[in-house]
T-cell receptor
C-alpha cells in the first residue's frame, strides 16, 4: 500500500507570492490534516479535512487555506507569503478523524520564503 | 504555560540504557499520541492512548488520565532510536484541536 505522498518536497518562493502544496493520502483514508513545523514554534495544527469538508482549523491567518477533493487528495494554499512562513509543512492521513485514529505522515514539503 | 509539556528537552544516553520521556498536559483529552521524528523530517506515529498501557517491541507507552501524564519508555536503547519524540493530545472540548509538545531530542551513543 503506498504511503502518504507530498509534493513538491522542496520549494523556494519570494515574499508576496502564493504557493500550493499537495498531499495524496493512503488509499481509503478520508481524513487529511496539515501541520506547520518551525524551529521556534514546533509542530502546529493548520486544519483537517474529512470527506471534502473542513472539520477543524488551527490558529492561522486566512492566508492559509486548503481543500480536499472527492478522491481525498488535499491541497494547501498560502497567499501573500511572508518570511515567517518558511517551514516544513506536513500532512497526515487517517481513516477517521486524527486524534481518534492512527495517522500516517508524509515526508513534508520544505518551503523557504526569500 | 503550554498545554502540553515534555521533559526532558534533550536526552543523551549510552546504548542499552532504559529511557523514559515524560509528557504532562493541562486540558481534557480524547486521546494522546506519541510520535517519532527522524532527521529529514519524516514522522512516524508510535502509539495512540486513551487509557492504560501499550507495548510495541522495545517501546512502552503509559497514560494516567487522573494525573494528566504519559510516559514513553524505551528498553535496551539503540543508536537507531535517536530521534525527536513528540507528544500530541487531542482535546475533547471546543475546537477539539490537536496540540503538540515541543519534543524530546534523544541521542543514543554506541
Amino acid at each position: 500500500k503506498a504511503g502518504v505522498t507530498q509534493t513538491p518536497r522542496y520549494l523556494i518562493k519570494t515574499r508576496g507570492q502564493q504557493v500550493t502544496l499537495s498531499c495524496s493520502p493512503i488509499s481509503g483514508h478520508r481524513s487529511v490534516s496539515w501541520y506547520q513545523q518551525t524551529p521556534g514554534q514546533g509542530l502546529q495544527f493548520l486544519f483537517e479535512y474529512f470527506s471534502e469538508t473542513q472539520r477543524n482549523k488551527g490558529n492561522f491567518p486566512g492566508r492559509f487555506s486548503g481543500r480536499q477533493f472527492s478522491n481525498s487528495r488535499s491541497e494547501m494554499n498560502v497567499s501573500t507569503l511572508e518570511l515567517g512562513d518558511s517551514a516544513l509543512y506536513l500532512c497526515a492521513s487517517s481513516q477517521g478523524s486524527w486524534g481518534l485514529a492512527e495517522a500516517f505522515f508524509g515526508q513534508g514539503t520544505r518551503l523557504t520564503v526569500v | 504555560k503550554n498545554e502540553v509539556e515534555q521533559s526532558p528537552q534533550n536526552l543523551t544516553a549510552q546504548e542499552g540504557e532504559f529511557i523514559t520521556i515524560n509528557c504532562s498536559y493541562s486540558v481534557g483529552i480524547s486521546a494522546l499520541h506519541w510520535l517519532q521524528q527522524h532527521p529529514g523530517g519524516g514522522i512516524v506515529s508510535l502509539f495512540m492512548l486513551s487509557s492504560g498501557k501499550k507495548k510495541h517491541g522495545r517501546l512502552i507507552a503509559t497514560i494516567n488520565i487522573q494525573e494528566k501524564h504519559s510516559s514513553l519508555h524505551i528498553t535496551a536503547s539503540h543508536p537507531r532510536d535517536s530521534a525527536v519524540y513528540i507528544c500530541a493530545v487531542k482535546t475533547n472540548f471546543g475546537n477539539e484541536k490537536l496540540t503538540f509538545g515541543t519534543g524530546t531530542r534523544l541521542t543514543i551513543i554506541p
